[in-house]
């Protein structure tokens, strides 16, 4: 196992759930490829006021995969820390403000992230999907565009009006080191996470399909355990799946897919409560395994149960290698 290269691609929660997993539960080679198309929050303020490149989803990689010893774990609460007065600091993670420096002194994203990753002794490689700098556009069925992945992803405008597909602006070209770890992976990963703002950002890159394609390993996508309110409202297992495919051009042979499907059976009025108030809703599971390897089982963590829990994820993942 030691010689096996795993690579979780995406951004979010989903991506530091899984990179924690694998890194606690596993002894494979981890990399990861974080999408760059962020624009909220800390993230999107030191976007729009230093012109840098969103830190926000490579710093939750970083401190997924960091490994200090237990004397200096406060470094790592440091990294994520949040100010929550000062009238520039108000809001503002002090990793992605370290990161923002980083971009500054090294003069690029992929050195602030190479050093960041060395500061917290992470255990594995994080690579911006690209260095170019875009946006997400999301173009609903009815034509109408929203610009900009947070507008997106917290969607305001035509909420129940489907999303028909999503593009970068401007064009973006893969990092070439991302690219090179994704054709000499045995396994990519992608997801958990927001199909539409966190996994499918990185498939739109131009050169990623072609690196996935030359890659030796497949592709194994893990289906989110709840909709999401304004993205994939009513969806089935079978739709986020079927999303997936249209982007992965000619790699869709290489798919299997994970699938927490046990969620429509818990019937709690705290879950009931917390669907209601998100708007969403359990994934159903209506695929069958004729056309993928499918993985099913109770992923889900015990203590939040609308989120995966790492080591399930990891189990599950290990088996596909």
């Known amino acids: 196992m030691r010689t096996k290269k795993v690579v979780v691609v995406g951004g979010g929660t989903g991506t530091y759930q899984t990179l924690t997993g694998l890194k606690n539960y596993s002894s494979l080679k981890l990399s990861a490829v974080i999408s760059m198309c962020d624009s909220g929050g800390s993230t999107g303020r030191l976007r729009r006021e230093l012109g840098i490149l969103p830190p926000g989803d490579v710093r939750r990689a970083i401190l997924a995969l960091s490994d200090l010893p237990f004397a200096q774990k406060t470094l790592e609460e440091v990294f994520d820390f949040r100010f929550k007065g000062g009238r520039g600091l108000v809001g503002h993670s002090l990793g992605n403000i370290l990161l923002a420096a980083l971009t500054q002194i090294t003069g690029s994203m992929d050195r602030a992230i190479n050093e960041a990753a ?23 069925e009815d034509g109408t565009r929203i610009h900009g992945e947070t507008k997106i992803d917290r969607r305001r405008i035509k909420p129940k009006v489907p999303i028909k597909r999503v593009y970068l602006n401007p064009a973006a070209k893969v990092f070439p080191q991302a690219a090179k770890v994704l054709r000499e992976a045995d396994l990519i990963v992608l997801g958990p996470g927001d199909l539409y703002t966190s996994i499918i950002p990185t498939l739109l890159v131009d050169g990623v399909n072609k690196a996935l394609e030359a890659s030796r390993g497949k592709i194994v996508y893990i289906v989110n355990l709840l909709t999401k309110k304004g993205e994939t409202d009513g969806f089935l297992a079978s739709d986020f799946v079927r999303a997936i495919e249209e982007y992965l051009e000619g790699s869709r042979s290489k798919l299997a897919v994970v699938l927490a499907n ?10 009931a409560l917390w669907y209601k108030k998100h708007g969403s809703a359990p ?7 004729e056309k993928y390897r499918i993985v099913t089982g109770n992923f889900s963590d015990t203590t939040t149960f609308y989120r995966h829990s790492p080591e399930k994820l990891a189990k599950a993942i290990i088996g596909l290698l």
Do not use: E
């Open 262 to 271: 046990n969620m429509s059976n818990q019937t709690g009025s705290k879950i």
């Open 283 to 289: 994934v159903v599971n209506d695929l069958t395994n």
């Open 118 to 140: 060395r500061i917290l002794n992470a255990s594995g490689k994080v690579f911006p999907v690209t260095l170019d700098k875009t946006h997400l556009v999301a173009v609903l």
